[in-house]
Nanobody, 124 residues
Framework: QVQLVESGGGLVQAGGSLRLSCVAS????????MGWFRQAPGKEREFVATINWAGGNTDYADAVKGRFTISRDNTKNTVNLEMNSLRPEDTAVYYC?????????????????WGQGTQVAVSS
């Protein structure tokens, strides 16, 4: 079994920054892809960012590209999401997810394990 715990969410003004963290336990993810997804009220869950832990390759949703950065620390089984220039449209519950393979993906169905989510609220 794998447990994922997100942290770092909160309330921030537009233009501000937040750093989300996700810590995995129960398994080492040195060679597994990780992803961040978000779900706003009344909206479908959407892809935010993904990272291949083996090679450090990353992909981002167009809505966050250039503002968000996903990173990893395999020694701590941790994946982070640095969010800059936040906008009210970024308001959502953010979820960390882990795959059982190394290939990064924007498709939530390809992720095996999910965290509980952390709330991000951006005021205008």
């Amino acid at each position: 079994q794998v447990q994922l715990v997100e942290s770092g969410g909160g309330l921030v003004q537009a233009g501000g920054s937040l750093r989300l963290s996700c810590v995995a336990s129960g398994r080492t993810f040195n060679n597994y892809a990780m992803g961040w997804f978000r779900q706003a009220p009344g909206k479908e869950r959407e892809f935010v960012a993904t990272i291949n832990w083996a090679g450090g390759n990353t992909d981002y949703a167009d809505a966050v590209k250039g503002r968000f950065t996903i990173s990893r620390d395999n020694t701590k089984n941790t994946v982070n999401l640095e969010m800059n220039s936040l906008r009210p449209e970024d308001t959502a519950v953010y979820y960390c997810a882990a795959r059982g393979s190394a290939l990064k993906s924007s498709v939530p169905q390809r992720y095996a394990w999910w965290g509980q989510g952390t709330q991000v609220a951006v005021s205008s």
